[in-house]
């Protein structure tokens, strides 16, 4: 591994561009709801002798960056405080129950495929206001806000119906994922151009190797994402933006539907239906073993597969490929964004100290070690110089410079409209098996997303970029 000094690199994996749920226009003025305090390390107010409750999704994280950085930094800060901590895969099994019973731990990482909905739980008044913590002073310079030490996606994304409800704790890199060392092997070049894509599948099936594959048992949504990005990749970002806003026939509008259309082919010509039967793991092992060429996923895949990482392998991101030899934005472009959800209940028996427990992990301390124990780079400006990071991330970060503006957007729809992007991801496998057409799935899509729009109970979001 190498280090990630100030530079080119470090300066753009510091200040990264959109990613999350957020949407609509900021709060007018700063929640008044929480006791403030004049003291810069309790700006909030929090009684030390009140414990604390963190429930953490256990995914490729894991769960050790919050056991033995930020709960033990906070202990730290209150002495002797109890911090009780939960981890789990199934988010919204075990929490919705107790939200709904007034039940709600302080602090809880909303993230995984069993994540609750965030424009429901702000509906019920769940979500504590988190524009104190970003007014807040930052643990490391009292003399700064915490909003002016986090790459400005933080604030675009934390708002969810207008209000600064969600914290989205790192940076990530979505796009097509292979392994460096056997293309190098190979003297394979990776393709810029969709003729050259579909050259290597028909090289790359010579060998026995598939050119594609996702997870669609567990996992269908990476090939959602992917086919958005395609399509953002050929109309440019106003297509997703129109999505987002639930606009009329966005989801049928021409660049939509031939980025589904080449997906779908090439899972016709160079996949294998038996991958709708595995989930992210079983396929992401596949990869490792070169059964696979390019996988779509984000820059967590690494850290997520660490321990099965065999010495031929190298992972490296890959730009979504030229489609139509004149897409709006030119090969070359990834999405990069912000994700990994945090937000402290309101009703929750300490939300001073969930807020506290949030501006720990802002810290450069509470950042920097995150990254050491994840491998993964967090929104926090500057935390992770110095740090030795993965291949991969460093491939990821050459990317991004190499992007530059041309930066694609996130579906923010995944986290206003979760009804909406739950049906996308049953859809995608319908699709991608040939049990429909595009044509068709564009239009169960807009369906969807009319019904959505139709539906006054649902409160809408927009976004102008």
């Known amino acids: ?250 989801w049928t509008a021409e660049p939509m539907q031939r980025a589904v259309t080449v997906w779908v082919d090439v899972q016709t010509k160079y996949g294998d239906k038996a991958y709708f039967g595995l989930d992210h793991t079983q396929t992401q092992i596949k990869q490792l073993q070169n059964k696979v060429l390019f996988y779509p996923v984000g820059s967590w895949i690494e850290n997520e597969m660490v321990k099965d990482i065999p010495d031929d392998f190298e992972y490296a991101i890959a730009p979504i490929p030229e489609v139509t030899g004149a897409d709006k934005m030119p090969y070359g472009a990834i999405q990069v964004g912000v994700g990994e959800n945090f937000v402290v209940a309101a009703k929750g028996e300490n939300p001073q100290g969930g807020l506290e427990y949030l501006r720990i992990m802002l810290s450069k301390e509470g950042a920097r070690r995150f990254t050491e124990k994840t491998k993964n780079v967090t929104v926090v400006n500057g935390a992770a110089e110095g740090v030795d990071l993965p291949a991969g991330l460093l491939s990821a970060a050459r990317a991004q410079d190499k992007a530059g503006q041309n930066i694609i957007t996130e579906a923010r729809f995944e986290g206003w409209y979760k009804e909406l992007f739950d049906y996308g991801t049953e859809q995608i496998n319908v699709v991608m098996a040939g049990r429909i057409t595009p044509a068709e799935f564009c239009a169960r899509m807009q369906k969807k997303a009319d019904d959505v729009k139709k539906d006054d109970a649902i409160t809408k979001q927009t976004r102008s970029q």
């Open 1 to 250: 591994m190498t280090a990630l000094a100030a530079g080119p690199g470090a300066g753009v994996l510091s200040a990264c561009a959109t990613a999350g749920t957020g949407g609509g226009e900021p709060a007018a003025t700063p929640s008044t709801s929480l006791p403030a305090s004049a003291d810069p390390r309790n700006p909030f107010g929090v009684d030390a002798k009140k414990a604390l409750e963190v429930v953490i999704f256990s995914g490729a994280y894991g769960d050790a960056y919050a056991k033995e950085v930020h709960e033990a930094l906070y202990k730290q800060a209150f002495p002797g405080v109890t911090v009780t901590h939960t981890a789990t895969q199934e988010i919204g099994t075990l929490l919705r129950p107790r939200l709904v019973g007034g039940d709600a731990p302080d602090v809880i990482n909303n993230s995984g495929p069993k994540s609750m909905d965030l424009a429901a739980l702000a509906a019920e008044g769940h979500l504590a206001d988190l524009t104190p913590l970003f007014d807040a002073p930052s643990v490391d310079d009292p003399a700064k806000k915490v909003r002016d030490t986090v790459t400005p996606a933080v604030l675009a994304n934390a708002l969810v119906t207008g209000k600064n409800l969600v914290l989205n704790y790192t940076v990530s890199h979505r796009a097509l994922w292979y392994n460096a060392k056997l293309f190098a092997a190979k003297g394979w070049k990776v393709p810029a151009t969709w003729q050259e894509f579909t050259a290597l599948g028909e090289t790359a099936k010579k060998e026995g190797i598939l050119l594609f594959a996702y997870p669609g048992q567990k996992g269908p949504y990476y090939q959602l994402w992917n086919v958005l990005y395609t399509a953002a990749k050929i109309g440019g970002n106003q297509v997703i933006l129109d999505i987002d806003n639930l606009v009329d026939n966005a």
